[in-house]
């Protein structure tokens, strides 16, 4: 069977979840996810919802996710798309699902009138990097991130 791209429905964020935490033990990164279910399900599915979801799926089963949303370009005068996270399992890997999530990431942005696709990844993650790479990704080495979190956050807003 051929990998099937699917929007997540209220009913997946058992799945949702579990990538997460699989996600975050890939990277390194477990002691960090704080998020839950109930929460993950405010902001998917709830009354304003923030995030979008894409489900893989083969031979009937989730394989895998991309969690985007939608940013703003004021250069482009044009919405983009940033790719918050994107996981295939282990077992499942060299199916083609992540290329195939990113096709309809990309789909969706043409469909959206986006100007772009983004993502950030790991320095250290390669083989995401080839593949990534290989699709025409370029990276944004004069950029990096910043990011202002936990007490700084609280500090910054009072201030």
Known sequence: MSIIIREAVADDIGTIHDFIRALADYERLAHEVKTDRETLARYLFGARPMVEVLIAEHDDAAIGFALFFHNFSTFEGRPGLYLED??????????????????????????????RLEWSVLDWNEPAIAVYR???AKPMDEWTVQRVDGDALRALATS
Do not use: E, N, T, Y
């Open 86 to 115: 994107l996981f295939v399992l282990p077992q499942a890997r060299g199916l083609g699902a992540g290329k195939a999530l990113l096709a309809r990431l990309a789909q969706l942005a043409i469909d959206r009138d986006c100007a």
């Open 134 to 136: 290989a699709i025409g």
